[in-house]
């Protein structure tokens, strides 16, 4: 089969998957002179933990552990750039509090990620081919088209996909969910008699912390 390319270049770089990593090359890339990239993802808009997105949760590092100032301060793609660009930055300043909100975070990520040239969503790597020194990334697009993108280098950046423990997977459902799943099923757990977090690392806790905010679920039980 031949697939059309999206650009007749080979690009230096070619990134598949749109996560916090990949978006951060992006972003540093843009600045580098004579670079090109192109990075692909699969869904049709930058998302980041989506079911984790709770009110009130913070990032545990400071805004300077965003996706470009501990490598390069003058970014353009920096925190700071685009609290400027959304004029929430003496706001920001002046409450002193610099651990920034999930889903201001969230917000951040997506302006960067609509921001980039190089950024393509809707494309779902369907197969990588080397020959000669060249990737070819082939991909489909929402409308069922195919195209393929050319790259002297490769990096993967898809993350890791949610995971039950083994004995529970068979359960998996409103009532048995992973915490990245959390807000997609809060609906479910209203009114539940009880209500077990399993796991104790940031998620878990937020987790909890949630269910114990929410009027209409009983007080949850937390296992380690």
């Not at 978006?23 to 998302?47: H, M, N, T, Y």
Request: charged content about 25%.
């Amino acid at each position: 089969m031949t697939f059309p390319h999206d650009d007749p270049r080979v690009h230096d770089l070619v990134g598949v998957g749109l996560g916090p990593f990949n978006l951060a090359l992006a972003a540093l890339s843009d600045a580098v002179p004579g670079l090109s990239a192109r990075f692909l993802e699969a869904r049709p808009d930058f998302s980041w933990h989506p079911g984790l997105l709770l009110e009130g949760a913070r990032l545990q590092v400071p805004f300077l552990a965003d996706l470009v100032s501990m490598v390069d301060p003058t970014s353009r793609w920096s925190f700071l750039s685009y609290l400027r660009e959304h004029d929430r930055l003496f706001p920001f300043y002046f409450a002193e509090h610099f651990h920034v909100p999930r889903r201001e975070y969230d917000d951040y990520c997506r302006w960067v990620a609509h921001s980039l040239d190089s950024c393509r969503f809707d494309a779902e790597v369907t197969a990588v081919r080397a020959e000669d020194g060249v990737f070819t990334v082939e991909y489909a697009r929402a409308d069922g088209s195919r195209e393929a993108v050319r790259g002297r280098a490769l990096v993967i950046g898809i993350g890791t996909a949610p995971v039950l423990p083994e004995p529970l997977r068979a359960l998996e459902g409103d009532r048995v969910l992973h915490a990245a799943d959390y807000l997609d099923h809060t609906a479910a757990l209203a009114g539940a008699d009880d209500v077990t977090v399993v796991g104790s690392g940031q998620s878990g806790a937020e987790v909890f912390l949630d269910l114990l905010r929410s009027p209409t679920t009983a007080t949850p039980g937390c296992a380690g």
